[in-house]
């Protein structure tokens, strides 16, 4: 069994390196807890991403939530919830305390155009480990790319769309 | 007394921000410019937008960024404790709700086909993001080279992430804070 303090300083590491949103995490999640660690496998992740994404709340709150849960039941999701928020909660605190120019000094500014063009590579990441691990045949390929259409033409709210794709799901996924 | 009504206060308004924003964290900042700004006068638009910057470059999800921020400027570090609180506690309880029956009900091959026609629409959805930040950044020689070099660790080196990450961060500090000094930007 996988100790609490274990999962806490994992999902702290993962918070830490979090830049530009949940699905930015993405990859890093998957590489952690599915191909590192064996924590979960690929289907509960992609399980968990797709409900993720359609409830209520930031994504890295709902992934840490459900994969703590799987592991190690109530406890084990405010652990994971509490890690992956930590960093945040620090950071965040010694901005508004301490380092109250921090984030406008020029070595962080530098860094963070470092990590502008990996969050890109990321996202691009996050669209690749799905489609590999969910994506069988032609249909959903063309789901996806029809889907696309419609998000660039119509920007759609992100929840029914994501619901209306579910639905369309249920008839036309062999 | 009073102080404990008011953390409470942040926090109930936090749990009502977490629990009807659908989307992730960037979906929430709508909702609290709405309510902190406009409908409360807690701070500034000015104010808000330069905790919202910050909370964009600083590590972690953006909703507990900018619930520690506003926690904190409204009642210290126990007031940030409130408002982080308060905007996991809906995502927390709801997935939880949904982890206890998660196994018996994605057996039926009709939640199964909806989760994976959900996850269509992610794929389509995360295109639209990447496309767009790609739109709105300055492209430039060094992005290209650390997108390139970004992608060749990622996909080909298979290196974790987080390395790429830092890497990344690294590439920039030497570049930008060091090679490129003199010049202005």
């Not at chain 2, 030497?174 to 003199?182: P, T, V």
Request: net charge positive; no cysteine; charged share 15%.
């Amino acid at each position: 069994m996988i100790s609490f303090i274990k999962i806490y300083l994992e999902f702290f590491k993962i918070g830490a390196v979090t830049f530009g949103g949940g699905q930015a995490m993405l990859p890093i999640l998957k590489h952690e807890l599915v191909t590192n660690l064996h924590w979960i496998d690929m289907k509960d992740f992609l399980y968990f991403l797709s409900v993720s994404q359609v409830t209520p709340g930031p994504i890295a709150i709902n992934m840490a939530t459900f994969i703590g849960y799987s592991m190690r039941g109530f406890v084990g999701s405010l652990v994971a919830t509490t890690g992956v928020a930590s960093p945040s909660f620090i950071v965040i605190l010694l901005i508004a305390t301490v380092f109250k120019k921090f984030a406008d000094s020029r070595i962080y500014k530098a860094f963070i155009k470092g990590v502008k063009p990996v969050i890109v590579v990321l996202l691009i990441g996050a669209i690749y480990l799905i489609i590999k691990g969910a994506f069988v045949g032609a249909i959903p390929f063309v789901l996806a790319a029809a889907a696309f259409a419609v998000f660039i033409k119509f920007k759609p709210n992100a929840f029914l769309f994501l619901i209306a794709m579910g639905v369309i799901g249920i008839f036309l996924i062999p | 007394m009073k102080k404990l009504a008011k953390l409470l206060k942040i926090s109930g308004l936090f749990f009502y921000i977490g629990l009807f924003t659908l989307g992730g964290g960037y979906a929430m900042i709508p909702l609290m410019e709405e309510e902190l700004v406009k409908k409360r006068h807690l701070f500034t638009m000015e104010e808000f937008y330069e905790m919202f910057a910050i909370s964009q470059v600083t590590p972690g999800p953006i909703a507990i960024n900018m619930a520690t921020f506003i926690g904190y400027r409204e009642g210290g570090v126990i007031g940030s404790v409130f408002a982080t609180t308060g905007v996991m506690l809906p995502s927390i309880i709801i997935i939880i709700a949904i982890s206890l029956y998660f196994k018996s009900f994605i057996k039926n091959p009709f939640v199964h086909k909806f989760f994976l026609g959900i996850l269509t629409g992610v794929v389509a959805e995360i295109s639209y993001i990447t496309v767009d930040l790609w739109k709105r950044t300055k492209i430039d020689l060094f992005f290209w080279a650390v997108f390139l070099l970004s992608l060749a660790e990622v996909f080909l080196l298979k290196v974790n992430p987080i390395y790429t990450i830092l890497i990344g961060g690294a590439i920039g500090i030497i570049y930008y804070g060091f090679i490129k000094k003199e010049q202005n930007d």
